[in-house]
């Protein structure tokens, strides 16, 4: 279920960004950021310790690599994480994130 949250946020996103005109590129990815920081809250609110499941994941992506660097600083990273790995994670410190 999170998951598809998560998907969901991206495509919703990537969509405005991509639909929006030059000068308000900005504006929009202010808004992205603000949707990817909602979408880790409710991970986390629904039982999901980001930071541990995004480190566990780190060696099987890139962007999970590339989101424990950034150590929970970037929620566009941390979303990015989850997306690249799908639903199919399967280990104790992603419990209640997917």
Known sequence: MQFSKVVVALITSAVAVSAAPASGK???MADLKV???????ALQDDGCDTLKCIASLAGDTA???AAAAQ????PLADVA???????????DACSGCF
Do not use: E, P
């Open 63 to 65: 962007a999970c690599g």
């Open 81 to 91: 994480c989850f997306a690249s790995v799908g639903s199919t994670v399967a280990n």
């Open 35 to 41: 949707q990817a920081q909602s979408t880790i809250k």
């Open 26 to 28: 900005a504006a929009t």
């Open 71 to 74: 150590a929970g600083l970037d």
